[in-house]
């Protein structure tokens, strides 16, 4: 109870017990001196004396605080206080020690952030460890992963016993969802009935799935639509529900109108489930039965495993099913396989995360270098004053404290900058990254992260803070005051302690640049590799044509005709093409085979389109020989195809394709011409062996406008809606952008990972020259007395430099030797995203390392040019 | 015999304070002087280790303090016993004597 009272007077009322303190002290000496007048001395002598007896004063008041209840806190804020004034006096350091500290903790937390949502993170889905993805790929590698026919899923299904249950889905596609004065793009998931029950979702409201939900006849193959579309029932996503239908609690049972057919729904979904198939407005369920007959590649596959087996179990029963089929000449080509459906989501974006934690990591560790180099030096220069302050007669202890709160406060102050950035990082990566990432991905700020990296960053701290400055032991404390005095170098061991720190950052500054080169060098070929077509100039805009209104080809043909018509006509419209497909985005592949080969033959599988007459005019492809299509090529007629210089090259290298007869999945077609090649695959700087069908022959209800218009492309958007509307007017256009556009969202998914990497690499450049820099130029003024006398004694500067060079030259050798180390581990974990250029590219390689060794260089000459100039009169003096 | 210095045990101090204090209130001065008278010189209590454990000992609720005026006509602290102190004193001598008669008798075997 005193105590709380002593406490509560003791933090409140300081100035009123200071105050008293000092009177008392005062007051007891003015006692002592009356006492020794009394006993004789003279007055001034009195004075003296009882001066001497009392002490110091202010020393005797540091006492009496000490042990005041409260004195922790007092202490505590005077440390604080006292740091503060020190990062005031010396903003340099303390500016940066925070901005090293926010970017190393910040850049962390948001990374990880990032792949702990990808990689991590429970899946929307009950029990997930136990759900698979089966899926194809081509025996001989070139593709990682093929869809399945219906067939296939069918021998899959019948035959293997280490699923409970399977599911076939296809990918998403568009959709309308509406009528004539309310029209929506809504993207349509057609999946098998079993789908939820095999993944463990229920539905939210409502119900999911049953087999009789099934449209009866219908295959939704979006090559091969086969049948009406008569999906009666339909399931509604979380996100259509609240969007499409305000949430409305009375949804089930309602009617909606979907590419112009109405149907019912029958359910909605929980608010965190994406499908394995990505985000979907409605699900539809299909049948896998009429399907059966057709050979086209259009089937996604997800299994939950039986309780007890083994993902690699299941693995090699799919894959042995599948050599055991009734007809192994079918699909000969082609393997089965079965992976954890987190790696099928995951899938190519592992490696670029992990690429970016490692980047983040080595920031973190040269920030943490950097870190511990002003520190050291800081505690370096700071020994005279411990020195001192022991000398006067502060406690060890005292002091360690005075440190600790130094650097926790130093760590506060970077701490709270770094999640400023972190969180402003992040909102960053939310806007760029999302098209990249997985669907089920949610990017937020990791506590967790947050947490281990600023320990680390405090430990590095607290190590690098507070062990120099105490390597003045009491018994030191004269020598140390002495060493300053005499003008001694420095030590031994904060010398190679020095040589460590440069080192080490600039061994990881060397494998993280090393990694940005090779990337840069990879986007760069394959961003300079040419298209095969003139990107620039041209209009696109997608269309969908729902199935009530165009069931036919020769519908849809004689639509696209039309519409190209008007189109031509338009003022400042150069040509007008239709396809299938923007060239570059959304590549369709199909089983390509000679005619006459053996069934069992390899089947490559090769991308093909469908396009109008003037497509290769429109996007100026080169003809190589023979024609392009023209108003021959009925519906109909005879199949005719053109093919690509390559895949000519590759199946008649004796140049004879003309007249050759193939097939693309269905009947033979012959090749009527061959035109240039072009890049289908942004991320391959080579161009892949391409096919071209005519869109009176193969049409899908997807298609796409291609506009070459003169000036700029994007102000014939309006005119393009005005002449669909004249046509059609309940048909939207979607995604009108210019080619170029177009083809550049198809490389920023492949430029976000490096430019992230670069953004770090540049960072690491510079938090490692900034550390470099200081730890020579600490280096230099430690040493600057002996410099100054080794002048004094006849020594020529340029020894001097070579003094130093030949140190700095040293540790930065030892850096780089770390660094090859470095590179090696880099360049093996980025083996998988390089294209067009050799892992050890030597232009890469050598311009990290020439950029590293150059700074390094500035970092080093700076203070040699300073050490030069010592003058040894001045050196000598000082102190 | 100023500058005499006998190193204190631990804890002796403070009860020597209270001793000092419990025949009537003292300041600082005097308490330090009684001190020395008691143990008859023994004992000389630098004012660096005092005046902590004046106050040490005031905000456990052992002493109390006040202003009054000093024989020179100043004003200076005087401390007393509160009744805290006082039962602290009986505890502290109790044990003293103990440890005292213990010491001694372990001396004289």
């Given at each position: 109870m005193a105590r709380l009272f002593s406490l509560w007077r003791n933090l409140v009322h300081r100035n009123r017990v200071e105050r008293d303190l000092d009177e008392e002290l005062h007051a007891t000496l003015e006692l002592l001196v009356d006492e020794k007048v009394r006993s004789g001395m003279r007055p001034e002598e009195a004075r003296r004396a009882a001066r001497l007896e009392m002490g110091g004063l202010e020393s005797v008041k540091g006492e009496v605080r000490d042990v005041r209840a409260g004195a922790g806190v007092d202490t505590l804020l005077e440390d604080v206080r006292y740091s503060l004034r020190l990062f005031r006096r010396a903003p340099g350091f303390t500016a940066v020690a925070v901005l090293t500290l926010a970017l190393g903790i910040g850049a962390n937390a948001a990374i990880f952030g990032v792949v702990k949502s990808v990689l991590l993170d429970a899946l929307p889905y009950a029990d997930a460890g136990r759900l698979a993805r089966v899926h194809g790929q081509l025996l001989d590698g070139t593709q990682g992963r093929v869809q399945l026919t219906a067939g296939m899923v069918r021998t899959i299904a019948a035959r293997q016993r280490s699923f409970e249950s399977l599911a076939a889905f296809a990918s998403t596609r568009d959709g309308v969802y509406g009528g004539d004065d309310f029209a929506r793009i809504v993207r349509i998931a057609w999946v098998e009935p079993g789908l939820f029950q095999t993944l463990g979702v229920p539905a939210a409201l409502g119900r999911t799935f049953h087999d009789d939900d099934r449209a009866p006849g219908h295959v939704p193959a979006s090559g091969a639509e086969v049948g009406p579309d008569t999906g009666r029932v339909v399931l509604l996503s979380h996100a259509a529900w609240q969007g499409l239908f305000a949430g409305d609690p009375g949804v089930v049972g309602r009617d909606v109108r979907v590419n112009g057919i109405p149907r019912t729904v029958i359910g909605v979904l929980p608010r965190d489930f994406v499908g394995p198939m990505g985000p979907a407005d409605f699900y539809f369920a299909f049948d896998l039965g009429p399907a059966l007959a057709s050979g086209t590649n259009w089937l996604n596959l997800v299994g939950r495993l039986k309780p007890g087996t083994t993902h690699e179990a299941a693995r090699r029963e799919i894959a042995a099913v599948w050599a055991s089929r009734e007809h192994p000449e079918e699909f000969s080509s082609v393997g089965l396989s079965a992976v954890p459906l987190r790696d099928a989501l995951v899938g190519a974006t592992r490696t670029p995360l992990i690429v970016l934690l490692a980047s983040a990591a080595l920031v973190l560790l040269i920030a943490c270098a950097n870190l511990a180099a002003a520190l050291l030096s800081r505690g370096l220069s700071r020994r005279k004053e411990f020195a001192v302050r022991m000398a006067l007669g502060a406690g060890r202890r005292r002091l360690v404290r005075q440190l600790l709160t130094e650097s926790t406060v130093l760590a506060l102050a970077g701490g709270a900058a770094a999640l400023l950035l972190a969180q402003s990082l992040l909102s960053l990566l939310r806007g760029v990254a999302k098209p990249v990432l997985p669907a089920h991905a949610e990017v937020s700020l990791d506590p967790g992260a947050v947490l281990v990296t600023a320990v680390l960053a405090l430990c590095t701290g607290l190590a690098f803070g507070v062990v120099p400055a105490l390597s003045v032991g009491r018994s030191d404390a004269q020598s140390a005051l002495r060493d300053e005095a005499r003008g001694a170098s420095e030590g031994r061991r904060p010398r190679r302690l020095r040589g460590v720190l440069v080192a080490g950052q600039i061994a990881l500054c060397a494998s993280l640049?090393?990694?940005?080169?090779?990337?840069?060098?990879?986007?760069?070929?394959?961003?300079?590799?040419?298209?095969?077509?003139?990107?620039?100039?041209?209009?696109?805009?997608?269309?969908?044509?729902?199935?009530?209104?165009?069931?036919?080809?020769?519908?849809?043909?004689?639509?696209?005709?039309?519409?190209?018509?008007?189109?031509?006509?338009?003022?400042?419209?150069?040509?007008?093409?239709?396809?299938?497909?923007?060239?570059?985005?959304?590549?369709?592949?199909?089983?390509?085979?000679?005619?006459?080969?053996?069934?069992?033959?390899?089947?490559?599988?090769?991308?093909?389109?469908?396009?109008?007459?003037?497509?290769?005019?429109?996007?100026?492809?080169?003809?190589?020989?023979?024609?392009?299509?023209?108003?021959?090529?009925?519906?109909?007629?005879?199949?005719?195809?053109?093919?690509?210089?390559?895949?000519?090259?590759?199946?008649?290298?004796?140049?004879?394709?003309?007249?050759?007869?193939?097939?693309?999945?269905?009947?033979?077609?012959?090749?009527?011409?061959?035109?240039?090649?072009?890049?289908?695959?942004?991320?391959?700087?080579?161009?892949?062996?391409?096919?071209?069908?005519?869109?009176?022959?193969?049409?899908?209800?997807?298609?796409?406008?291609?506009?070459?218009?003169?000036?700029?492309?994007?102000?014939?958007?309006?005119?393009?809606?005005?002449?669909?509307?004249?046509?059609?007017?309940?048909?939207?256009?979607?995604?009108?952008?210019?080619?170029?556009?177009?083809?550049?969202?198809?490389?920023?998914?492949?430029?976000?990972?490096?430019?992230?990497?670069?953004?770090?690499?540049?960072?690491?450049?510079?938090?490692?020259?900034?550390?470099?820099?200081?730890?020579?130029?600490?280096?230099?003024?430690?040493?600057?007395?002996?410099?100054?006398?080794?002048?004094?004694?006849?020594?020529?500067?340029?020894?001097?430099?070579?003094?130093?060079?030949?140190?700095?030259?040293?540790?930065?050798?030892?850096?780089?030797?770390?660094?090859?180390?470095?590179?090696?581990?880099?360049?093996?974990?980025?083996?998988?995203?390089?294209?067009?250029?050799?892992?050890?590219?030597?232009?890469?390689?050598?311009?990290?390392?020439?950029?590293?060794?150059?700074?390094?260089?500035?970092?080093?000459?700076?203070?040699?040019?300073?050490?030069?100039?010592?003058?040894p009169v001045l050196a000598l003096r000082a102190e | 015999m100023p500058g005499r210095r006998t190193t204190l045990l631990q804890g002796t101090l403070d009860l020597l304070i209270l001793k000092a204090l419990s025949a009537g209130a003292l300041h600082g001065l005097g308490v330090s002087r009684r001190i020395e008278q008691i143990t008859r010189g023994t004992f000389v209590v630098q004012p660096g280790s005092l005046f902590p454990a004046l106050h040490r000992l005031e905000e456990a609720g052992w002493l109390a303090s006040d202003w009054q005026p000093s024989e020179n006509n100043r004003r200076a602290r005087y401390y007393t016993l509160t009744k805290a102190g006082r039962r602290q004193l009986g505890e502290e001598t109790a044990e003293w004597n103990q440890i005292a008669l213990a010491i001694a008798l372990a001396l004289e075997a």
């Open positions: 640049l090393a990694g940005a080169g090779l990337l840069a060098r990879s986007l760069w070929e394959t961003a300079k590799a040419p298209l095969g077509f003139d990107a620039d100039g041209v209009l696109t805009a997608r269309f969908r044509l729902s199935t009530p209104d165009y069931p036919t080809l020769p519908a849809r043909a004689r639509f696209h005709e039309q519409l190209a018509e008007r189109l031509r006509l338009l003022p400042g419209v150069e040509a007008v093409a239709i396809a299938h497909k923007i060239p570059t985005v959304d590549s369709r592949v199909a089983g390509f085979a000679l005619e006459g080969a053996p069934k069992d033959a390899p089947q490559p599988f090769i991308v093909y389109a469908s396009v109008s007459y003037d497509y290769f005019r429109t996007l100026r492809i080169p003809l190589r020989q023979g024609r392009t299509f023209d108003a021959s090529d009925r519906t109909g007629g005879p199949g005719t195809a053109v093919i690509s210089e390559s895949l000519a090259r590759r199946y008649w290298p004796k140049g004879d394709a003309l007249g050759s007869r193939i097939r693309l999945g269905g009947d033979p077609m012959t090749v009527v011409g061959i035109v240039g090649d072009v890049r289908n695959d942004l991320a391959r700087p080579g161009a892949e062996p391409m096919a071209y069908a005519s869109h009176r022959q193969e049409s899908t209800q997807r298609f796409c406008v291609l506009l070459r218009t003169h000036g700029d492309p994007l102000a014939f958007v309006r005119p393009l809606q005005r002449e669909v509307a004249a046509l059609d007017p309940s048909l939207p256009v979607q995604q009108a952008m210019t080619l170029r556009a177009a083809v550049g969202e198809g490389l920023a998914a492949r430029r976000l990972p490096l430019m992230l990497v670069a953004a770090f690499s540049v960072l690491a450049l510079l938090l490692a020259s900034v550390g470099v820099y200081a730890m020579f130029a600490s280096m230099a003024v430690a040493r600057e007395r002996e410099f100054g006398v080794r002048m004094a004694l006849g020594s020529p500067a340029s020894a001097i430099a070579g003094l130093m060079l030949r140190q700095g030259a040293s540790w930065m050798a030892a850096g780089l030797l770390g660094g090859a180390l470095g590179i090696v581990i880099v360049v093996r974990l980025l083996r998988g995203l390089l294209h067009g250029v050799s892992p050890f590219d030597p232009i890469a390689l050598g311009g990290a390392v020439a950029i590293l060794v150059g700074c390094a260089t500035v970092a080093l000459l700076v203070p040699v040019r300073r050490a030069t100039r010592v003058d | -």
